[in-house]
């Protein structure tokens, strides 16, 4: 199978980590990765941010972790089948203490600033980021909670946020275990005119 193709399958979410640290080469070499991506006018709108400090890993955890309970509550009520299939299944209960539902004790918290309001093209660039760390033997999981720190004056000076600018985030390291398995996928709806 055509390797990029294969990326694309195989690639999964990561959600146990080694505490080994990356080496700074590969970091730059997903870095790069993600730099190649498409963007609109060839703007290149993001810059990107690596979060290995423990203290400042605490202070996202923390920030966050307050408004992750407060969303499985509002779930828990409002939609308790949602709440208990899939915000509660094993991976979480298995965690270890203390507990990091959002970044997972992962090696590093990576952020894709995107200074332009360009979402899509930031996508993209996270998009590149995950599928090279899985072609080297990483794993990476997409956190969409780690944009709810914005709000916090303290990350916004460590992140040097500016007012208009949105974050991306993305945990990576080196697997615990194997990959999980792939879940069902839904055939994709097609229109051929």
């Excluded at 660039?125 to 916090?152: E, H, P, R």
Aim: with cysteine; net charge positive; charged share 30%.
């Amino acid at each position: 199978m055509n390797q990029v193709l294969e990326a694309i399958k195989k690639r999964r979410s990561v959600r146990f980590f080694h505490s080994k640290p990356i080496e700074m080469d590969i970091i730059t070499t997903i870095i790069e990765a993600g730099n190649q991506a498409p963007s609109a006018g060839n703007l290149h709108p993001w810059r990107f941010i690596i979060v290995e400090d423990e203290k400042i890993k605490r202070l996202l955890l923390e920030v966050t972790l307050s408004k992750w309970r407060k969303i499985v509550e509002y779930l828990k009520n409002t939609r308790p089948e949602y709440y208990k299939e899939i915000m509660f299944e094993s991976r979480y209960r298995e965690l270890e203490e203390p507990k990091d539902h959002i970044y997972f004790h992962a090696p590093i918290i990576l952020f894709i600033i995107d200074f332009r309001r360009h979402a899509v093209d930031c996508a993209l660039a996270c998009q590149n980021i995950m599928l090279s760390t899985y072609s080297l033997s990483l794993g990476t999981c997409y956190v969409g909670f780690g944009a709810m720190v914005t709000d916090n004056a303290e990350i916004r000076k460590v992140l040097e946020l500016k007012d208009d600018e949105q974050i991306h985030t993305i945990v990576l390291g080196y697997p615990k275990e194997d990959l999980p398995r792939r879940p069902p996928k839904k055939e994709p709806q097609i229109k051929w005119i």
